[in-house]
């Protein structure tokens, strides 16, 4: 079933969401536990099925729709107004955020039974996917901005849910911080696009991309456009912890499962990506501002994954994995092949929600320990989630007809192509991040369901991230209710097929094409790649004489023999080269300069302009000042106003006197100087 495009229809996407968001949060204690899941879910269910349908209208039979909903504000014609924008790209991600958060709500019924916050939780998630959907919805850059800043305002109180818990509190604030320094180069570059474009509407602004760039930056040779894409570029890094703007995502842990698996999966962190694939007609006019993404993607593919190899905990080394998956998002964009970036984000979705939600069953099996190092052999005990990680992590790692397969293959393939100066570098980066990201996902698959129990007698404390749950069961894992398990089977579909079934429409169709801007001739990897391309079952086929796909076997096996046949290998490595794995355990020290350089110049300037601007200057000189010059002022007033009616006679006599003598001077000095030249 379709449906035509109307502003009723497409209202009930993001405000179905909402409706159970302020059921749940403000009426939480009247309509009880039950009440409030059942209002979220059914909220999110109602958006997901009517994202379907929309999806189905826009692929199915061309529907667009592109309209102002409400206008807010205008000034002088520069229109200020909420509005919706659907085509290709908008209707996919309305499915990956619904379906993803769907799953979601419906896990947390098992995840969270046991929390005192349970509504105000799901109060929490809904309002998460409703701020996405405005996000996603958008059709101009003020209600972009709006959902661009609730996203991060609501990971803010979901990242900091337990807010009893000091490193909660640290994490929520570290990710907040962040965000605001990207999000302060994301307002200047839509400041830029508002000054010189005179709109916020992404139709208007793109029909003047061609007269955008052929400005220069004020007072500089700097292309407008240039500098602009950058600006939003850097919005785009915080948002999608891009490097050096990455270091609150690992800690964003500190919240429950549930929402990492809804930040990592299909919100927030897809945002940016969304945005520069959403600006690709600006990103064309700027060789520089691509070959600036591509460069940060590449950094972020290849070291975050360095960073996965040595995590014990099992949420971060899913963690570490999203940031190198974004990594490869970014280089995609670098190399103007955006539809395969919305393709990898599609497919990431899936089966990083997969792996995220299996990890949260893998904890409550455990105990709520953390520690992989604790685990091993939980296959027997877990099938269900031993299965679907196992789904989850061949997708991960790129297997052949698994839907990671396809997009990530697609991105090598689009930087090989590429032609950018950038391109040799990031095609290095993200060969390697091929076997890194096979050697981690399996380190860490292996260790969990395989191998030894270490369950019994566990080596190392527990991480103890998620308080609470008093389990009767000590030490025997357990698999998980079936509202946690659910989720997992039914992620796990689209993480085996969405890649073999929509590669075609959405790479080589037009899927894409009046959503996404590409200049062949410029950039012209999707066009070579168009001309290879036989076919998801051939391009499989191929991959087997590919080196792609023997890198991530590589990695495999790797992992089997170092944790399964020679454990004591990793241990001698880590000894060997412990200045190297210091490095990584102190993740490139970027948090310790963080807290110990920027933020400590960032207080002394602080303090600087508190005690030299606002003590010194505006309160001492300015505000101060001027009182005591009017104080003075009147002192010295004071001594001419007596009270005494001579004096003032006096002061009225040489007033006069001093006048005359003014008005008089010139003749007086010009017959002093005849009387002298006499």
Sequence with gaps: MSAQLTQGLLLTVPLAPL??????????????????????ILGVLVSFIVSVMVLKSVAGEGARYNETVYEWMNLGGFKMEVGFLVDGLTAMMMVVVTFVSLMVHIYTIGYMEEDPGYQRFFSYISLFTFSMLMLVMSNNFLQLFFGWE???????????????????????????????????????GIGLIAAFAGTLSYAETFAKAGELAKLNFPGTNWMLVTVTCICLFIGAMGKSAQFPLHVWLPDSMEGPTPISALIHAATMVTAGIFMVARMSPLFELSQTALNVVMVIGAITALFMGFLGIIQNDIKRVVAYSTLSQLGYMTVALG??????????????????ALLFLAAGSVIIGMHHDQDIRNMGGLRKYMP??????????????????FSGFYSKDSIIEAVHASHLWASPFAYFAVMAGVFVTAFYSFRMYFLVFHGKEHFHHKPFPPEEDEPHHDDHHAHTPHESPWVVTAPLLLLAIPSVVIGFMTIGPMLYGDFFKDAITVDADKHPAMHEMAMEF????????????????????????????????APGIPAAIQRTFRPVYRLLENKYYLDWINENIIAAAARGLGLGLWKGGDVGLIDGAIVNGSARAVGGLAQVSRYFQTGHLYWYALVMILGVFGLMTWQLWPDLTSLLARLVAR
Aim: aromatic share 14%.
């Design 335 to 352: 190399a103007s092949a955006y539809s395969v970036a919305v393709f990898h984000l599609m497919t990431h979705a899936f089966f990083k």
């Design 534 to 565: 036989h076919g998801p079952a051939a391009m499989a086929l191929h991959s087997l004489r590919s080196p792609v796909l023997w890198l991530a076997v590589a990695g495999v096996v790797l992992a089997w023999w170092f944790y399964m046949k």
């Design 150 to 188: 609730a996203v991060g305002l609501v990971s803010y109180l979901l990242i900091g849910f337990w807010y009893k818990k000091p490193s909660a509190i640290f994490a929520n604030l570290k990710a907040f911080l962040v965000n605001r320094v990207g999000d302060f180069g994301f307002i200047l």
């Design 384 to 401: 269900i989630t031993w299965i679907t990680s196992l789904l989850g992590s061949l997708a991960l790692i790129g297997t052949p007809l």
């Design 19 to 40: 409706a159970g968001s302020v059921i749940a949060g403000f009426l939480g204690k009247v309509v009880g536990r039950r009440g409030a899941h059942v209002a979220t």
